[in-house]
């Protein structure tokens, strides 16, 4: 089912593969102009350009959510481009893993700037802009199920993924007033240059009872409604996309 985003003008980050690209896709298919913003500009590119062979309407920014600036300057070119900015989707990231006894500062550093930092910077920014707009707005993170559980290796990204959880919490709280809806949607495993095999590892599938890779168009649906007015009275939740992964617990016996 398209929601209705025409007129709307939106950014996504993290839009060159995976699952920011669909993202970027299906805004764009339910009428947002959408500005295709990642690290890796021909993969931009890319997405822009297949979204405009499909009659959708993007650009391609070259931006990396590490730098606050860099941040600043993509809202600036959405505005230039288009006149406002309705939609904020902060979902550039990275999923690097180590065990927590080896854990150094570069991996830390690296993983906590791009995927916290990074939506810190962007909600900023974008949220500065629709306020100045009075209009409201929406901002969708891309948290994970990493952010609502431990796991392996995972000392950095989960614990990124769970300061985004708490960001889109304590952002919706502040950002009420002004009628900016601030979530977050959690996947599970989804089908991705970021996950390896055609299916999720046994340990997945045993808690899993959808029993299959999500894809990236079903995480960017669940987005697509929490960038869209039919979003009205639901603020700093977290959406888990993820095949019921988080709500099983004992499956069988
Ligand atoms: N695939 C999964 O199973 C899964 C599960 C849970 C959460 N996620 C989250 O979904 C999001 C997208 O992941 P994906 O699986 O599509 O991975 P992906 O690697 O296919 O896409 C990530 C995108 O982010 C971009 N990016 C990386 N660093 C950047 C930076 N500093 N600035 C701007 N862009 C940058 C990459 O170029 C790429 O286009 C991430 O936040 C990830 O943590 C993925």
Not at 81 to 103: T, Y
Not at 170 to 196: C, D, F, Q
Request: with cysteine; glycine share 12%.
């Amino acid at each position: 089912m398209p929601f209705d985003l025409n007129n709307k003008v939106a950014i996504v980050t993290g839009a060159a593969f995976g699952i920011g690209e669909a993202m970027a896709a299906r805004l764009a298919s339910d009428g947002a102009k959408v500005l295709v913003a990642d690290i890796d500009l021909d993969g931009a590119k890319e997405t822009a350009t297949q979204i405009a062979n499909s009659g959708g309407i993007a650009q391609a920014l070259k931006v990396n959510v590490q730098n606050r600036e860099e941040c600043a300057a993509m809202v600036d070119r959405a505005v230039e481009l288009w006149g406002r900015l309705d939609i904020q989707v902060s979902n550039a990231g990275i999923v690097d893993r180590e065990p927590f006894l080896e854990m150094g500062d570069e991996l830390f550093d690296r993983v906590l700037k791009t995927n916290f930092y990074g939506t810190f910077y962007c909600g900023q920014y974008a949220a500065r802009q629709m306020v100045s707009q009075g209009d409201g707005g929406r901002i969708v993170h891309t948290a994970s199920n990493s952010g609502v559980f431990g796991g392996r290796g995972r000392a950095a990204y989960g614990a990124s993924k769970a300061a985004i959880i708490n960001l889109t919490q304590t952002m919706a709280i502040e950002l009420a007033e002004h009628n900016i809806l601030v979530n977050a949607v959690a996947p599970g495993a989804t089908k991705t240059r970021a996950v390896s095999g055609d299916v999720p590892s046994p340990k997945v599938l045993d808690r899993m009872p959808l029993q299959r890779y999500g894809q990236p168009s079903e995480i960017a649906a669940v987005a697509a409604f929490l960038c869209s007015d039919e979003c009205s009275f639901t603020t700093g939740h977290v959406y888990c996309a993820d095949g019921g992964y988080t709500v099983a617990g004992v499956m069988d016996g």
